[in-house]
Structures are given as structure tokens and as C-alpha cells.
């Protein structure tokens, strides 16, 4: 791997002792990592990936796989990063890693099956950086698993994370269960759930796909 690549991820892992986050190595390196829109560093950071980092160095990596990936609205990053989150065991590095998805489009060609068992994980962290992790996705399987969630679930965030998500890429079939929320107590909930449904309806119930900024969802 370049060595530009590794001193980057280094100083994106370096740990000080500061005033402000704003000042430290790390936050700078942060700002300039997501500038990244190089696609062949993705390839280094497979082989580096492969080398098993620590866990801080694997969420630098996803992290600018990620960002190149909303630069280039590549779906061969989100491909990698799907990959690797089978194989991630740490859950602050997992968790990174699907909130980095959510910020990459995900066509059909994506295959997000895999991320489904990820949105029942008893870990709280995990399962909300899950449901997030597929907006931007064009899967009505995906759109149907978010349902099931609103079904079944019994956590408030589980909730408003779904409604989040289904705000992006929720389709006339959403809406029953959105309105349900809108009979919640909870503030979150129901401005949550609105938010989606106009979103929705301003989509005219069509899946993001087809949508009208949904062509911009298959470039790589």
C-alpha cells in the first residue's frame, strides 16, 4: 500500500490528549480522508484489510472506502464494505463500517441480503447502524425486512431509525405502518414518521429506483 495511504490511516488512528477534537491529528486527518475519490485505493485497502489491522486501523480503512464510495457513488464500495461486515468481529468497528453504507447508493446489483441478520443483533449499536446502512438501497426485500422491524419491535430508536431509513427508499407499501406511528405518544416517533410518509408521497409512492434522482443510483 502507498505509503501516503498508511501514514493517513495512522494518523487517523492517533490518539492525543487536546482541548478541542476540532485540533487533533486525527479529526484533520478525518476531513481530508473524506475527500478521497480514488478508486484503486480501494484495492490497497482490500490487500491492507487482508493483513487483519487492528480493529482502529479496519474502521480507518472502512471509513475511507466509505467516503470514496459517496464520492464516486460507487456500488463496488458498498460490495467490499458488505463483505467485510461479515467478517468484522469488533462492534464499534462494524458499527462504523454500516454507517459508512448508508452513504453509498445501492442498486439492485447489490446484493444487501447479507446485512439482514445484522438488523435483529442484540446489540443495540449494531442493529441501528444496520437499519441505517441500507438507505440508499433499491431492494424491496430490504424495504419489507424495515416492516418486519416496525412490526415487531419494541425499541423506540429501532423505530425512528426504520422511519429514517424508509424516508429514502419507503414505498406506497410503508405507509399503513407509518400512519400506525403517527398514533404514537412519543414526539420522535410520530415527526419521524411523518417526515417519511411525506417523503413518500412526494416520490408519488415509488421505490428511490424509480424515483426521479433514482438514475443516479446505478453509477460506479
Known sequence: MRQELLELIQRMTAQ???VSSDDSISWQAHREAELLADMPLVDELDAYLGQKPQ?????????IIGKIGKNRLSSEC???LIEY?????DQYALASL???LADIPKPESVDVRPLFPLLKDKRRLIRHSAIQSLKGCTSLDAEEKLLEILATTSDTYDV???HATLNQIGTHKALPALTQSLKSRKRDVKASAQAAIEAIEARG????????DGSALGRS
Open 16 to 18: 492525543q490528549d487536546v
Open 55 to 63: 480493529k482502529e486501523q479496519r474502521s480507518a480503512a472502512y471509513f
Open 78 to 80: 458498498a460490495l467490499r
Open 85 to 89: 461486515s461479515s467478517k468484522e468481529s
Open 98 to 100: 454500516l454507517e459508512r
Open 160 to 162: 425512528i431509525y426504520c
Open 205 to 212: 409512492g415509488r421505490s428511490v429506483a424509480d424515483s426521479d
